[in-house]
């Protein structure tokens, strides 16, 4: 079981930013792979970034590209979630999570991170 704590969350002006992050303990072997997900309010939680396990793949939603950039420190098992030119669409329950691919496969969460996005 991999335990995942997000933290970076908050309220920012429309064209701000924000960076996530997300440390990561316990038995991580062969969920190596890391996404960002968000929920935004009325709507099913979405993946927006992933980064694959020595960070050299990576994908972005269409929502996101040039905006957001997924980072990963494996010294310190820890993922980064920088968000740039922030709208007010990006707000949302951001949530990391660990699993055995980039597109799927996720099976450990963590609590989600709050981020608002004022206009």
């Known amino acids: 079981q991999v335990q995942l704590v997000e933290s970076g969350g908050g309220l920012v002006q429309a064209g701000g930013s924000l960076r996530l992050s997300c440390a990561a303990s316990g038995r991580t072997l062969g969920r190596n792979y890391r996404g960002w997900f968000r929920q935004a309010p009325g709507k099913e939680r979405a993946l927006v970034a992933a980064?694959?396990?020595?960070?050299?793949?990576?994908y972005y939603a269409d929502s996101v590209k040039g905006r957001f950039t997924i980072s990963r420190d494996n010294a310190k098992n820890t993922v980064y979630l920088q968000m740039n030119s922030l709208k007010p669409e990006d707000t949302g329950v951001y949530y990391c999570a660990a699993g055995s691919s980039m597109r799927g496969g996720y099976d450990s969460w963590g609590q989600g991170t709050h981020v608002t996005v004022s206009a």
């Open positions: 980064i694959g396990p020595a960070a050299l793949s990576t």
